[in-house]
């Protein structure tokens, strides 16, 4: 959370900044920091934007690294195209946060997408990725895209978006502290979006690295698998997040989510269907933190 500056007097003088992310009371990351770019106080949160050495641009918020243009198309790819690929036909797609514009440009790349719709609470999440992250934005221009600077829990409960959506994505800031996140993670919320979802809808939302945050992904997995016909838990490797390891839990009303159902036609670098199913391939030391019915298609598991 802090940017130390630290001298090293080996026979010369540098002065290195480092930006420090505690994921726990015993662990934390750090980057080697270029130079501050940008930095500012919203209605919701603390923004600031870092050239890092190794992880090039990188977007921190109230502290906590969120996505650097050094390895985001993991996150965005794996958060976009599991569930899109596993769903018939995702004409009308929502995303709730997403204010970094990435998760909406690997969406927008499904030839299937009629209408897009992007619910950021914080308008400046926009407008400094705009000026900072370009190819994060770059899709923010498509004609199927409309951007809404809401909360994305109220909008749910707004009854004219109800039986609106194909796939519904999370792409939020954690739940843990004080952040407008938060909201996206109650049981009230997953009611709402099984309201907003029609046909063989599907729902998929960041769950966090369970090293660290393991009540997470545990508590959301158990929310979805009582209210959708089937549930999933699936993880990417992603080295600006804590422990490496990130999760992503999804809801479906009818699709077993592990299954592709199509190729993406572009070119991804990190998605594959082979990386598709395997994602869903959950070591034990997980597995035992998840209901017996999780990735097993089994209805409606009363936990
Ligand atoms: N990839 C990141 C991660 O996994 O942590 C998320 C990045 S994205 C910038 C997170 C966005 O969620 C932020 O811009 C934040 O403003 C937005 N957000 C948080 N809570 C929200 C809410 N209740 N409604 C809409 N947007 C929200």
Same mark, same amino acid.
């Given at each position: 959370m802090e940017v130390k500056t630290s001298l090293t007097l080996k026979g010369g003088f540098s002065l290195t900044s480092w930006f420090r992310e505690a994921a726990s009371s015993g662990?934390?990351?750090e980057w080697k920091v270029i130079r501050r770019l940008y930095q500012d106080q919203s209605p919701y949160q603390r923004i600031e934007v870092l050239e890092l050495e190794t992880f090039g641009i990188a977007l921190i918020l109230d502290g906590i690294m969120q996505t650097t243009s050094g390895d985001e198309f993991i996150y965005h790819e794996m958060l976009a195209h599991?569930?899109?690929l596993a769903h018939p036909r995702p004409q009308r797609v929502l995303i709730i946060g997403g204010g970094d514009g990435g998760l909406a440009r690997e969406v927008l790349r499904h030839p299937e997408v009629e209408e897009l719709t992007l619910v950021e609470?914080?308008?400046?999440?926009?407008e400094?990725?705009?000026?900072? !992250?370009? %190819?994060?934005?770059?899709a923010l221009s498509d004609s199927r895209l409309v951007i809404r600077y809401a909360d994305g829990s109220r909008f749910l409960k707004d009854t004219s978006n109800h039986r609106r959506f194909d796939v519904i994505l999370v792409d939020s800031t954690d739940p843990e502290g004080t952040g407008p996140g938060r909201w996206l993670y109650t049981q009230a919320f997953h009611d709402d979006v099984l309201l907003s979802l029609r046909g063989e809808g599907i729902f998929a939302q960041q769950t966090g690295t369970p090293f660290f945050n393991p009540e997470v992904m545990t508590q959301v997995a158990q929310s979805?698998?009582?209210r959708f016909a089937w549930a999933g838990v699936y993880w990417a490797a992603v080295p600006s997040?804590?422990?490496g390891f990130f999760t992503f839990s999804v809801g479906s009303m009818g699709p077993q989510v592990s299954e592709p159902r199509r190729d !993406?036609? %572009?070119a991804t670098k990190w998605y594959s269907s082979d990386v598709h199913r395997q994602a869903f391939v959950l070591p034990p030391y997980f597995k035992r933190r998840l209901p017996l019915s999780i990735n097993r298609g089994v209805a409606r598991e009363r936990v």
């Open positions: 662990h934390a990351l599991v569930p899109l609470i914080d308008r400046m999440v926009v400094v990725a705009m000026k900072y !992250l370009p %190819e994060h934005t770059r979805l698998i009582q997040y804590p422990g !993406l036609a %572009e």
